[in-house]
C-alpha cells in the first residue's frame, strides 16, 4: 500500500490559519470516515489530535479541525501558535484491513 | 491513564529476527481495544505495522505480512512484535499503541531498533 500523500511543508505566521492536506484513494481516504491526525515534536512519540475525521480527543485544542472532500482530507490549524511547530501525519483504514500513514507534513511557525 | 513502555534488544543482526514486548498498564489488554505497532525509521514517516485485538485477531500491513507476527501474553497484560529476515531497512523507532476510534490515541515512549552486524 501507498503512503498518502501530504506537502512535506507547510508555514504561516502565528496567528494566521493554515491548512494541510491529505490526498489517498477511494481505497482508504474516500472510502471510510476513520482519518485520524498525529503532531509529533522532534524526538517524542506521535499525538493524537483528529480522529474519525473531525472529532478532537479531549485536551486538544480547539483550533484544530478536521474535515474530508471525496479522496481529500485535511487539517486546519487556526490562530497558529509557536507550539504548533511540529510534524503532522494523517493516517486512514484501508479496505485491506489496515492503516496507512500520510507522507508527513513539517509545519513551521514564522 | 493508560500507559505503554516498549522493550527489547536495541541492536540486532541482518537476516536475524526482532522481538519486542510492550508492557501495558492502566488497561486490560483482555477486556477492549486493539494494540498497535508503528515504526519510524529515523528521520523519516510513520508506518503502521500491525494490530492485535482484545480476542486475539490480528491485522497486518500487508508489505510486511510474510515477515511479522504480533501476538499477546493476557497474564502479563502484555503485548508482542517479532519481524524476521531484517535489513537495515528495518532500523527505525519502534512505537507500541492503543487503538481507540480507528486512531491510536495512547503510545509508548518508543524503543529504537538498529540492524547492523
Known amino acids: 500500500q501507498s503512503a498518502l500523500t501530504q506537502p512535506a511543508s507547510v508555514s504561516g505566521s502565528p496567528g494566521q490559519s493554515i491548512a494541510i492536506s491529505c490526498t489517498g484513494t477511494?481505497?482508504?481516504?474516500?472510502?471510510?470516515?476513520?482519518i485520524s491526525w498525529y503532531q509529533q515534536h522532534p524526538g517524542k512519540a506521535p499525538r493524537l489530535m483528529i480522529y474519525?475525521?473531525?472529532n478532537r480527543p479531549s485536551g486538544v485544542s480547539d483550533r484544530f479541525s478536521g474535515s474530508k472532500s471525496g479522496n481529500t482530507a485535511s487539517l486546519t490549524i487556526s490562530r497558529l501558535q509557536a507550539e504548533d511547530e511540529a510534524d503532522y501525519y494523517c493516517c486512514s483504514y484501508t479496505s485491506s484491513r489496515s492503516y496507512v500513514f500520510g507522507t508527513g507534513t513539517k509545519v513551521t511557525v514564522l | 491513564q493508560v500507559q505503554l513502555q516498549e522493550s527489547g534488544p536495541g541492536l540486532v543482526e541482518p537476516s536475524g529476527t526482532l522481538s519486542l514486548t510492550c508492557g501495558v498498564s492502566?488497561?486490560?489488554?483482555?477486556?477492549?481495544?486493539?494494540w498497535s505497532w508503528v515504526r519510524q525509521p529515523p528521520g523519516k514517516g510513520l508506518e503502521w505495522i500491525g494490530e492485535i485485538s482484545h480476542t486475539g485477531t490480528t491485522n497486518y500491513n500487508p508489505s510486511l505480512n510474510s515477515r511479522v507476527t504480533i501476538s499477546a501474553d493476557k497474564s502479563k497484560n502484555q503485548f508482542s512484535l517479532i519481524l524476521n529476515s531484517l535489513t537495515a531497512a528495518d532500523t527505525a523507532i519502534y512505537y507500541c499503541a492503543r487503538a481507540w476510534a480507528e486512531s491510536l490515541d495512547d503510545w509508548g515512549q518508543g524503543s529504537l531498533v538498529t540492524v547492523s552486524s
Open positions: 477511494s481505497s482508504d481516504v474516500g472510502g471510510y470516515d476513520f
Open positions: 474519525e475525521v473531525t
Open positions: 492502566g488497561a486490560s489488554i483482555s477486556i477492549s481495544n486493539w
